[in-house]
């Protein structure tokens, strides 16, 4: 049973780096970009989040199913690739996939400093290590936690040239006012919280403070952990998603979130490359306008 599941696993690895994939799919699936306001720079609007899915510790099937979703992502524009020192073992399988996939170009390394010592500077190096990269695109203070003493590491770090942005986060719409006390206060490239057809309480003041402060916005919990995906499956897609190219609820909710203007990136997780590329594609074709925006989110309440 291992040997077969190992087969199964090397040919969805090999699928998707693009070997055997039906023609057209990459190019159909190619990531849209969003630019990040402090600097210029265009980043696929779809990026890959870590938290639960690649926590599988050494297990070696595991750890390639995870290379395989990594390596989709890689075919489809590859982007921003978001782990954290909390997620367990997902960043040291960040760093297997990106050694066993021949350091693919296109990653834009994300991570966080999660730790209550005043000094993160030896966390970090730990989080560089078992990625195996030079060195990170974007550090965040995760959850806020000791954010006075990390950001100013994180700052002088990019001051130094060993990293070139810096942010903060939240999730589960915790901490909103500290979160906005800091944005407006701090010198931040990158600002990462919860946002998704259900929770939506970032519109009131998140959202548009990120445009006023021109902060990138990376968008967590695009599907509450599984939990809005799972209430609708099997449940029929309305006829009028076809008008934004909606194949699927997860895409439709993840055009709900990428037609908010202030939103740079939005990182949904998962385990399967054919959902991987699913989300991917989301991004590519028309987005909901405001009138349709309101039809998803009603649908989305009565069902």
Known sequence: MKRTRRAL???????????????????????????????????????????????????????????AVMAA?????????????????????VGYGLEKLGRPAGLFAADKVWTRAADGRPQIEESRGNWSVPRFD??????????????????????????????ITTSHGRRHELFEQVMRRQPLDFVQFTYNVADRAAEQRLLPLARERSLAVIVNRPF?????????????????AAEIGAVSWAQLLLKFILA????????????????????????????????????????VREL
């Open 224 to 240: 509450r952990r599984g939990a809005l995906t799972d209430r609708l499956q099997g449940r029929a897609l309305p006829d009028w």
């Open 138 to 167: 974007l550090l965040q203070v995760h959850n806020l936690l000791g954010w006075e003493a990390h950001l100013e590491t994180l700052l002088a770090m990019k001051a130094a040239g060993e990293l070139r942005y810096v942010g």
């Open 9 to 67: 696993l090397q040919g969805a690895l090999g699928a998707a780096m693009g070997l055997a994939l039906p023609r057209g799919l990459v190019a159909a699936t190619s990531s849209p970009t969003r630019v990040i306001p402090s600097s210029g720079e265009a980043i696929p609007a779809v990026g890959l989040g870590t938290w639960q899915t690649f926590n599988v510790g050494k297990d070696p099937l595991l750890r390639d199913e995870s290379a």
């Open 260 to 299: 908010e203007p202030a939103v740079t990136v939005v990182i949904p997780a998962t385990t399967r490359v054919d959902h991987l590329q699913e989300n991917k594609a989301a991004a590519v074709g028309p987005l909901p306008d405001r009138d349709l925006r309101q039809r998803i989110a009603a649908v």
């Open 73 to 93: 992502f890689f075919a489809t524009g590859g982007g921003m690739i978001d782990s954290s020192p909390m997620y367990g073992s997902s960043q040291s399988v």
